[in-house]
């Protein structure tokens, strides 16, 4: 027989979604409603039983004091009304009043009314006594505290895992009071204890001690960092943690000595490059070890750099607050020491770092100590900034030390020392960008076309055009052509900046103190000036020498200037410079071996661009003016700048051959010399002769006795009167350096003669003239007679 078939099928999917949505709705809600009735009952049944579990456990028994008079008037009442609707007695049947005592006594928790929370059998426990009721409630027992368990790790058996505790142990409260007690005591009685004060000597050595304590370990710290610098990099930190010692014996030395410890660390284990933060992406992927460990070293190396910076920055701030920190282990007057030794330790990071993270914070850094009020940190800071622009090859460095100190002459509208602009003059600038018009001049060399080869050359004429432009390409790429050109652009840009604060101070501050060190750098980068500044910047130099408000020195930078921009790209101007000439011929005589004698090296550099560089622009009349005076010159000025002058007059004798008159005593051409004539055109320097040099020739000094007797011989290049090579070959600024006496040296030195014989001292008589001898004889032998000495007759006579 077939299995009977079952006639209800399971509803496919498309019926499922025919079905009313109404009707799943009420489906639901149907469901829930049941769901929420069943619980409701089940919750009264709970809250039913639980309430009768509570009336049951919380009967209060009946207190010792007269249990009657606090007997409660409800239940008397109930009582009554139990009475009033219970049925007689009389009115039951003898069956059914013994069926009731029966029920009665067999009554249980099952048949009783959980309502109410009177016991059972009521009536029987009101004959109990009370007080053994008090009896039969259980009293809690003072026992021993129960033992706190410790679990430990579980042992495996062969029979299964052994659970393993230990009992906590138990501090007894009363040992530790006596503990306590013991201790108080203890250090009452090490108060009481007087401490034994140290003498001087004791302190010093215990002092000794401590430091050569604390400087073993910053060595040993250093030596571990420096023998392998990234397995140790984390000693960075244990080093830099002592810059904060706070034992007050040791504490300035110790921080001295680490500071200087870290920057010479730091120093030597700074790599090559400047280290960036790692991206999500990089940090994601996965690395070999090595680039995981050298990763955490140039994350270390640069959070501890960081930190060691802005630990020197606050020491230099604190110094100039000059306020006390709460420990005041370190005093005020050593906080400059401290800030000496980290402004030094800046400026050698300055230099040593400069491609390094961070190296723009040590320039803002660095920049406004240069203009501090105490002499030596701006000293350092000066010199630091120097080295750092003389041995900057690229220009990047410079670049930013210069935009910092623009912006902060500005910002202090031009009240700084000199020696902030002065610095200006050590940057290495000798090309700039200059306009595309050039380009067109020297347009870059362009490689044949194949075409072009095939239509002129032959094959191996060919084969051997494709090796040689392989190898010029190549050649080119050695050039590092990329590196040229970004290396001007910086220069370029360095240049525009020092342009600009230079023009700002001209045109703002003329009566600066920075004036003199403005025009002295105008007269090094003249000669890189647009040419289109020139004819303002002429007419400004020129106001400010006709002004009279400019020292010495200051007009001859003007002068210097100007030639400057007139020897470089002003050669193609029409500017005739003869205000500048009559100046400096003018001013010449205001040098002597005094004060002004340091302006004799600025005269000698303006000679040269004046009368050497600008040969074909002077005339012979100006040549021969300033050759007469700057011989008469020589004769009033150290003997350093005397040979430089004599030098200078040697190479325009040279420039100038025609010159060789003043040598001849006979003069020539019409006119008398007029020496105090300020037009070196109009004095008729040609009617007179160099007298001077013969007063020259019995100087004290042999090089500018050489330097006369060669002149007087017509500055002859061979011969005897020839000058030696090391005079010859120099130029006049590098004889004035060589023969300085700012050392107060004596060059060359004097020679000392070794003469074997004594020498004999003259004595008496000997120092006197014959006939004068005979004559003090004669006088002294004279026997003298006395006599009136009248005064008045000769006053008498006088008058009449």
């Not at 001209?506 to 020139?534: C, D, M, T, W, Y």
Request: glycine content about 2%; some cysteine.
């Amino acid at each position: 027989m077939k299995a009977r078939r079952n006639k209800k099928q399971v509803p496919s999917f498309r019926k499922l979604l025919k079905t009313s949505k109404v009707k799943l709705e009420n489906k639901l809600k149907n469901k829930q409603f049941k769901q929420q009735s069943t619980l409701k009952k089940y919750r009264k049944e709970q809250r039913k039983l639980r309430q009768a579990v509570k009336d049951a456990a919380s009967k209060n028994p009946i207190p010792l004091e007269d249990p009657k008079k606090i007997r409660p008037v409800k239940r008397l009442e109930k009582e009554e009304e139990e009475e009033e609707e219970a049925l007689p007695l009389d009115m039951m049947d003898e069956d059914d009043l013994q069926l009731m005592k029966d029920l009665g006594q067999r009554a249980s928790f099952l048949t009783r009314d959980l309502s109410s929370s009177e016991p059972l059998h009521g009536k029987k426990r009101k004959h109990e006594r009370i007080i053994d009721k008090y009896e039969k409630i259980p009293r809690t027992l003072q026992t021993a505290p129960e033992k706190e368990l410790i679990h430990l790790l579980p042992i495996k058996d062969k029979s299964g895992i052994i659970p393993q505790t230990r009992e906590k142990p138990v501090i007894d409260s009363d040992r530790d009071e006596e503990d306590q007690k013991e201790e108080l005591e203890l250090e009452e009685e090490v108060i009481e204890e007087p401490v034994r004060e140290l003498t001087i000597e004791e302190h010093l050595i215990e002092r000794k001690k401590k430091l050569q304590e604390k400087k073993i370990h910053i060595a040993t710290l250093a030596s571990a960092i420096l023998s392998d610098p990234e397995s140790n990099i984390k000693k960075l930190k244990e080093l830099r943690s002592l810059l904060v010692e706070q034992d007050p014996d040791v504490a300035v030395t110790v921080r001295k000595l680490v500071i200087i410890s870290l920057m010479e660390l730091f120093k030597d284990i700074t790599p090559s490059y400047k280290i960036r933060p790692l991206t999500e992406a990089e940090k994601s992927t996965k690395i070999r070890k090595e680039t995981q460990k050298l990763r955490e070293f140039e994350e270390g190396l640069v959070s501890q750099y960081k930190f060691y910076l802005e630990n020197l920055e606050q020491m230099v701030k604190d110094w100039k607050q000059r306020k006390l920190k709460k420990s005041n282990v370190v005093s005020l007057k050593a906080y400059k020491g401290l800030a000496e030794v980290a402004v030094k330790s800046l400026c050698e990071l300055l230099v040593a770092l400069p491609h390094f993270n961070f190296h723009n914070n040590i320039i803002v850094l660095i920049v406004p100590l240069m203009n501090d009020m105490s002499k030596s940190i701006s000293e350092m800071c000066c010199e630091a900034v120097k080295k750092l622009f003389k041995q900057d090859k690229l220009g990047q460095a410079s670049l930013g030390v210069i935009k910092v100190i623009s912006g902060f002459v500005k910002g202090r509208n031009y009240e700084v020392r000199p020696e902030m602009l002065k610095t200006f003059l050590c940057l290495r600038i000798k090309e700039v960008e200059v306009k595309k018009d050039t380009e067109d001049i020297n347009k870059p060399k362009k490689f044949m076309t194949f075409k072009e080869k095939r239509k002129t050359l032959s094959r191996m004429q060919r084969k051997w055009k494709k090796a040689e432009e392989k190898l010029e390409r190549e050649l080119q790429e050695a050039e590092a052509s990329e590196s040229t050109e970004k290396k001007l652009k910086l220069h370029t840009e360095t240049l525009n900046i020092v342009f600009v604060t230079y023009f700002r101070i001209l045109k703002k501050a003329q009566r600066s103190p920075l004036l003199p060190a403005v025009l002295e750098g105008l007269a090094k980068f003249a000669h890189l000036i647009n040419v289109e500044f020139f004819d303002d910047l002429l007419v400004v130099l020129h106001t400010l020498i006709e002004s009279g408000d400019l020292s010495y020195q200051e007009s001859l930078h003007c002068v210097q200037t100007a030639f400057h921009i007139l020897s470089g790209q002003g050669d193609v101007l029409n500017i005739d410079p003869m205000k500048f000439y009559t100046h400096l011929y003018k001013t010449l005589f205001k040098l002597h071996a005094g004060a002004t004698n340091e302006g004799v090296e600025i005269v000698l550099h303006c000679l040269d661009v004046m009368l050497t560089k600008r040969r074909k622009q002077v005339s012979q009349q100006r040549a021969l003016a300033f050759i007469k005076r700057l011989c008469t010159l020589a004769l009033q000025v150290l003997p350093h700048s005397s040979i430089g002058i004599l030098s200078t007059t040697r190479t325009l004798m040279h420039t100038f051959p025609k010159t060789d008159l003043l040598l001849d005593n006979d003069s020539q051409g019409n006119g008398v010399f007029l020496p105090e004539l300020d037009e070196p055109e109009y004095c008729n320097a040609q009617s007179t002769a160099l007298w001077e040099l013969h007063a020259l020739q019995r100087h004290y000094h042999p090089i500018v006795q050489r330097f006369a007797a060669h002149l007087i011989a017509g500055a002859p290049s061979e011969g005897s009167e020839a000058l030696k090579p090391e005079l010859s070959r120099r130029s006049a600024v590098e004889l004035f350096e060589t023969y300085s006496m700012a050392a107060m040296i004596f060059n060359p030195p004097v020679e000392f003669s070794n003469s074997k014989k004594k020498d004999k001292f003259l004595q008496g008589e000997s120092f006197l003239n014959e006939d004068l001898n005979q004559l003090i004889k004669k006088h002294c032998n004279e026997v003298a007679t006395q006599s009136s000495l009248d005064f008045t007759k000769y006053l008498k006579t006088s008058l009449q």
